[in-house]
Nanobody, 126 residues
Framework: QLQLVESGGGLVQPGGSLRLSCAAS????????VGWFRQAPGREREEVSCISSSGGNTNYADSVQGRFTVSRDSAKNTVYLELNSLKAEDAAVYYCAAERVGLLLQRLCTGDMDYWGKGTLVTVSS
């Protein structure tokens, strides 16, 4: 059973940066695409980014393109999301989730995620 734990959230000023981590245990992430999602109060959850199991394919929501970067470290069984140039509207609970893709190493998230973490809170305020 794959377990995901996010960390790295916190309070940051507008324009600041954070790096979120999604550490996996119970299984290797090798055959999973991993997505980052966020949900702000009163808003629907949205996909922010996804990285394929190989790490060679990524995508981003238009709202974060050019500011956020997703990466993965297979040795550490961890996926990262670097958040730069943060804006007030980026404030949310950020979740990572894994989607089993088997040998489809370049496949990105379809949204039908198999495992979810409990989230980490990002607050952007001066």
């Amino acid at each position: 059973q794959l377990q995901l734990v996010e960390s790295g959230g916190g309070l940051v000023q507008p324009g600041g940066s954070l790096r979120l981590s999604c550490a996996a245990s119970g299984s290797r992430l090798n055959y999973y695409a991993v997505g980052w999602f966020r949900q702000a109060p009163g808003r629907e959850r949205e996909e922010v980014s996804c990285i394929s199991s190989s790490g060679g394919n990524t995508n981003y929501a238009d709202s974060v393109q050019g500011r956020f970067t997703v990466s993965r470290d297979s040795a550490k069984n961890t996926v990262y999301l670097e958040l730069n140039s943060l804006k007030a509207e980026d404030a949310a609970v950020y979740y990572c989730a894994a989607e089993r893709v088997g040998l489809l190493l370049q496949r990105l998230c379809t949204g039908d995620m198999d495992y979810w973490g409990k989230g980490t809170l990002v607050t952007v305020s001066s």
